[in-house]
Nanobody, 115 residues
Framework: QVQLVESGGGLVQAGGSLRLSCAAS????????MGWYRQAPGKQRELVAG???????NYADAVKGRFTISRDNAKNTVYLQMNSLKPEDTAVYYC?????????WGQGTQVTVSS
């Protein structure tokens, strides 16, 4: 089992920045990828950004150029730096870990961007 603890959400004005963190613990060997998803009210959960064990990254088109995902392997932590935030970024953000074939999810952290 892998446990995930997220932090860093909150309320910010449009144009502002937030940094999300997700620390993994437990059976953290052979993690294949880590990432962030988000779910806005009335919408499906969607991928925001992901990073593989080798460091390859991918981003949703809506956040490219504004968000940056990174990881600290020594701390088993993944980060999401969010800049130039927009009201449409408002959602609950979930940390995700893929340890093939298992998927693990954090409890979610609320990000609210006011206009």
């Amino acid at each position: 089992q892998v446990q995930l603890v997220e932090s860093g959400g909150g309320l910010v004005q449009a144009g502002g920045s937030l940094r999300l963190s997700c620390a993994a613990s437990g059976s953290i060997y052979s993690i294949n990828a880590m990432g962030w998803y988000r779910q806005a009210p009335g919408k499906q959960r969607e991928l925001v950004a992901g990073i593989t064990i080798s460091g390859s990254t991918n981003y949703a088109d809506a956040v490219k150029g504004r968000f940056t995902i990174s990881r600290d392997n020594a701390k088993n932590t993944v980060y999401l730096q969010m800049n130039s935030l927009k009201p449409e970024d408002t959602a609950v953000y979930y940390c995700h870990v893929l340890q093939i074939p298992r998927h693990y999810w954090g409890q979610g952290t609320q990000v609210t961007v006011s206009s």
